[in-house]
């Protein structure tokens, strides 16, 4: 079974930066998705971005409206390891992100759709 782990999570000021790190371990199939979800006080998880594979090991980024054109995501396969590179934040993403992943084909903007999640960081955006 995979674990995943979250981490770069802070209090930063609205037009800052954070990195998010997942780390992946634990034995685990070859994943289809992996994605970057939110939880912000009193609302439901949300999809924020995502990475999908496929059979080629080609890879797809997504996001959401919300945040395109100010997230990246990223991954470094030999450290088995996804980044979410977070710019101009604003106080409305403050929120407990997690990451999770999907071993098989999905909608990557549905968040019940993913198999394993990490406990998520905080990350906090002042005005």
């Known amino acids: 079974q995979v674990q995943l782990v979250e981490s770069g999570g802070g209090v930063v000021q609205a037009g800052g930066s954070l990195r998010l790190s997942c780390k992946a371990s634990g034995r685990s199939s070859r994943f289809y998705a992996v994605g970057w979800l939110r939880q912000a006080p009193g609302k439901e998880r949300e999809f924020v971005s995502a990475?999908?594979?496929?059979?080629?090991?080609?890879?797809?980024?997504y996001y959401a409206d919300t945040v395109e054109g100010r997230f990246t995501i990223d991954a470094d396969i030999a450290k088995k390891t996804i980044y979410l590179q977070m710019s101009s934040l604003k106080p409305e993403d403050t929120a407990v992100y997690y990451c999770?992943?999907?071993?098989?084909?999905?909608?990557?903007?549905?968040?019940?759709?993913?198999?394993?999640w990490g406990q998520g960081t905080q990350v906090t955006v002042s005005s």
């Open positions: 990475l999908t594979w496929d059979s080629r090991n080609d890879s797809s980024a």
């Open positions: 999770a992943v999907s071993m098989h084909i999905m909608l990557v903007t549905t968040p019940t759709e993913y198999d394993v």
